[in-house]
């Protein structure tokens, strides 16, 4: 059993950054692929960012955000640069045991609790 554990979320103006942590609890995240998610109120669960074989972004990234993992395998990282009033959701880590990220949340095995992220215009 993985445990996700999200940090990082807050309250930040438009144009600022904000970097949310994604850390395994009592496991690493080798040979496992790690998304991403937000969700506003109201709307469905989008794909973000993910990291595995390869790492892959969702269309309205647009270059602002950056996907990481440390050297051990235990954290990933979201770098979310210039971000916008639109930005603002709660953000969710995900992880499935393959190497390959993929954008449907249904795929993932493991799930953290999430991360409010509000960006004021």
């Known amino acids: 059993q993985v445990q996700l554990v999200e940090s990082g979320g807050g309250l930040v103006q438009a144009g600022g950054s904000l970097t949310l942590s994604c850390a395994a609890s009592?496991?690493?995240?080798?040979?496992?692929?790690v998304a991403w998610f937000r969700q506003a109120p109201g709307q469905e669960r989008d794909f973000v960012a993910g990291?595995?074989?390869?790492?892959h972004y969702g269309g309205f990234v647009q270059g602002r955000f950056t996907i990481s993992m440390d050297g051990a395998k235990k954290t990933v990282y979201l770098q979310m640069n210039n971000l916008k009033a639109t930005d603002t959701a709660v953000y969710y880590c995900?992880?499935?045991?393959?190497?390959?990220?993929?954008?449907?949340?249904?795929?993932?095995?493991?799930w953290g609790q999430g991360t409010q992220v509000t960006v004021s215009s």
């Open positions: 009592g496991h690493t995240f080798e040979n496992y692929a």
């Open positions: 990291i595995g074989w390869s790492t």
């Open positions: 995900a992880a499935r045991s393959s190497g390959v990220a993929n954008m449907r949340p249904s795929v993932y095995d493991y």
